[in-house]
């Protein structure tokens, strides 16, 4: 398999995804496949059809929008740097940071292999912490 660069502090939460975790919902577009590796909430690639001036039509595929944002985890004292849309960064602000997002937020709209592995990580960490 591929090495990775352990110099990340998350490079260990990364290889433990594995492709059993993945989903294969389909929604209004396709789902990315990179939607495993971030924080997308149920962003869709879509296809439009886009015409010019001339009338000539031609296919478009729209992606998200996700930018690359450096998330704290307070329970797990640990930054991470993870793709995230737009909305999923607005909604984490509304539940009060990555760990309430992650645990108040259900796990289909997080949509996420990684976001399940975190969420994971959070509760196993609070259970050591308040049994």
């Given at each position: 398999?591929?090495?990775?660069?352990?110099?990340?502090?998350?490079?260990?939460?990364?290889?433990q995804?594995?492709?059993?975790?993945?989903?294969?919902?389909?929604?209004?577009?396709?789902?990315?496949?990179?939607?495993?590796?971030?924080?997308?909430?149920?962003?869709?690639?879509?296809?439009?059809?886009?015409?010019?001036?001339?009338?000539?039509?031609?296919?478009?595929?729209?992606?998200?929008?996700?930018?690359?944002?450096?998330?704290?985890?307070?329970?797990?004292?640990?930054?991470f740097?993870?793709?995230?849309?737009?909305?999923?960064?607005?909604?984490?602000?509304?539940?009060?940071?990555?760990?309430?997002?992650?645990?108040?937020?259900?796990?289909?709209?997080?949509?996420?292999?990684?976001?399940?592995?975190?969420?994971?990580?959070?509760?196993?960490?609070?259970?050591?912490?308040?049994?």
């Amino acid at each position: 398999g591929k090495s990775m660069n352990t110099s990340y502090p998350h490079a260990k939460i990364w290889l433990q995804i594995t492709p059993q975790m993945f989903t294969s919902r389909l929604l209004r577009g396709s789902r990315p496949l990179r939607a495993d590796r971030g924080f997308y909430q149920r962003a869709q690639v879509i296809t439009v059809t886009r015409s010019s001036k001339s009338e000539n039509k031609s296919l478009a595929r729209l992606h998200p929008n996700a930018q690359p944002h450096i998330l704290y985890s307070s329970v797990l004292d640990q930054y991470f740097k993870i793709n995230v849309t737009g909305r999923a960064l607005r909604t984490m602000d509304k539940k009060g940071g990555l760990d309430a997002y992650l645990l108040t937020t259900p796990d289909g709209v997080v949509d996420s292999a990684l976001g399940r592995l975190i969420k994971k990580q959070i509760v196993h960490k609070l259970q050591e912490k308040y049994p």
